[in-house]
């Protein structure tokens, strides 16, 4: 797939007809290729003295032989991800197709033919066993005057995304789109959207390991939303979001036999002036189906900016009560229907504070207050912040057995002088647990600390460096967790825009890390080649190992396995 696409799409320049259906369009691409070497240190118990044979779909020797055990669970993984977006006047085509194979994945043991993993489950349609090939999305969308009608796939939020919130989330590997009808109006004064779809999460991801890949149950959305604007300096909207779930996977139209599982109705209110921006939204949650276990929730969030000369202050609010079981049919795949903000600082989110993010029983505010100080060949901008909360919410993935008062000042700054780039973060957080029966159930500690620095060196020469560090200490919990402390460093030598080296390394002493390092069990260290043949293109090539652990974006959560051994990617775009 790499040698069928590379050549044309490094050398492509596509340029729109002057008359005909394309006229006043184009056509647009990108690709995205990753080959991945996974070196997988398992043993297989048991099978000392026996003898071990490669099998004929291997690319490369698998790393065992004579009968020794080490490494024999090795594969390589290949994925390849072709968009194209045709434009007219009036129309926009879209397609995206996917592709993965595994290689290595088999061996003969005495005799017998063993298949290592599983890359999809039944009820996937394909004719390989180790290879799959899926048009992810499709769609086409006309416009005609202030309406537009799209079929296919498609995204959409609502607000803050408290009601619906299904996005492209490539910080987390996720791709929640919406297959059906979606109709849109926008005019001056209002903008109308309406959609009827039922849900397709990415199937194929790009930079995870594919393995048991599943087909989406098919759950249906049907949702409305109606926005006016001018009404003076506000914007006022309302919206509505039924949700019918599916329990019958790969019979999408199934889901539209099922009864009404959530409805979630609710309005927001904005309005902006020339020193302030002020934000109110508010949703109501009604379920029933027996996967959620309660009958509503609610959810409010509030924001408000006021701009004072070379000061900014931001002041958030949010209530959530029972709003996170929204997802609770569609979460075990990572599709979340809905998604508000957080207000956490989501570089340090770990196991522990992923509960406090997917809370159903929470309040809290923030306060961030940023400064500029101009320089004489740039600007120092500094910045405090501080968050309180309170979770009630003792179920899911909650360690503690009682509710808990979390705070969490931050401060850092940003500093831009004269080619010298410097941001640096520090904060400490700490989940006060309530006591049970008189007998204190102590806190959770976290003190943590991240930045980046650039600095020019001679010439096309400069120096990137990214730090961050961790210490953490539990409260009490049933079971007992240990104490640990991370950090993961990246040290970037840049020569010029085409070419730069990158060194990382990364130690975890966190037992729920489900990985192992490279260097030692806690220690991990890689290499990695980038280089720039031109603006729209980046090659990679790198070889070490990284940790597993929690990642959160916008108000997502997903757990990233580690990797090690060596990887090549492309991404390009034509």
């Given amino acids: 797939m790499i040698a069928l696409f590379l050549p044309w799409v490094l050398a492509a320049e596509v340029a729109p007809p002057a008359s005909g259906p394309l006229s006043g369009g184009g056509v647009h691409g990108s690709e995205s290729a990753r080959l991945r070497f996974w070196s997988v240190p398992q043993t297989l118990a048991g099978v000392d003295g026996i003898r071990f044979e490669s099998c004929p779909s291997s690319w490369f020797s698998p790393g065992y032989c004579g009968g020794d055990p080490t490494h024999v669970l090795d594969y390589q993984e290949l994925v390849n991800r072709f968009s194209v977006n045709a434009t007219g006047a009036r129309w926009n085509l879209a397609l995206q197709g996917d592709a993965v194979g595994l290689f290595s994945n088999r061996y003969i043991l005495d005799g017998e033919l063993q298949h290592e993993r599983d890359l999809y489950q039944d009820g996937v349609v394909d004719i390989f066993p180790d290879a799959l090939l899926v048009l992810e999305k499709a769609s086409l969308e006309y416009r005609a005057g202030a309406f537009s009608f799209t079929v296919g796939d498609t995204w959409s939020s609502f607000g803050r995304g408290m009601a619906l919130n299904l996005v492209k989330n490539t910080d987390v590997d996720l791709d929640t789109s919406l297959r059906g009808l979606r109709m849109g109006f926008s005019d001056s004064n209002w903008e109308l959207t309406a959609l009827t779809a039922f849900t397709n999460p990415q199937q194929i991801t790009l930079e995870n390991p594919n393995e048991n890949l599943a087909v989406d149950d098919g759950h249906a959305i049907h949702a409305i939303r109606a926005q006016r604007y ?115 600082y989501e570089r340090v989110i770990t196991e522990d504070s992923s509960a406090t993010v997917n809370s159903n029983d929470l309040i809290g505010a923030k306060l961030r207050a940023d400064f500029g100080v101009p320089l004489a060949a740039g600007n120092f901008a500094p910045f405090v912040s501080a968050a309180v909360f309170r979770d009630s919410d003792l179920e899911g993935l909650h360690f503690n057995r009682s509710p808990e008062t979390v705070i969490h000042p931050i401060a850092g700054f940003i ?119 031109k603006p729209a293109t980046t090659l990679k090539a790198f070889y070490g190992a990284y940790r597993s652990g929690i990642h959160c974006a916008g108000g997502q959560c997903r757990y990233l396995p580690g990797f090690e051994g060596a990887k090549f990617s492309i991404d390009t775009t034509f």
């Fill in 415 to 533: 500093l831009v002088n004269g080619g010298f780039d410097a941001q640096l973060r520090a904060g400490y957080r700490a989940d006060l647990r309530d006591s049970i029966d008189g007998v204190s159930q102590g806190a959770d500690r976290m003190g943590h600390a991240d930045g980046e620095v650039t600095v020019p060196v001679v010439g096309p020469l400069s120096l990137s460096l990214s730090v961050s560090a961790m210490t953490f200490g539990w409260g009490k919990n049933y079971p007992q967790q240990q104490d640990f402390f991370e950090s993961a460093n990246a040290l970037a030598v840049h020569i010029g825009q085409p070419l730069a080296v990158i060194f990382y390394g990364e130690y975890s002493s966190n037992p729920l890390v489900n990985s192992t390092g490279n260097l030692d069990d806690d220690l991990y260290g890689a290499v990695e080649l980038q280089w720039k043949p």
């Fill in 230 to 344: 001018g009404l003076g300096p506000a914007t006022v909207a309302s919206h509505l979001v039924l949700v019918q779930y599916n329990d019958t996977p790969g019979e999408a139209f199934a889901a539209w036999n099922q009864p009404v599982g959530a409805i979630v109705g609710g309005g927001s209110v904005g309005m902006t002036g020339a020193a302030y921006e002020l934000y109110l939204e508010s949703d109501g949650y009604a379920y029933n189906d027996p996967a959620i276990p309660v009958s509503g929730g609610a959810a409010v969030y509030a924001s408000g900016s006021a701009y004072l000369g070379a000061a900014s202050l931001l002041l958030e609010a949010k209530y959530s009560r029972n709003t996170e079981y929204i997802n609770t049919p569609t979460g075990s795949y990572g599709y979340e229907i809905a998604a508000g903000p957080t207000l956490e």
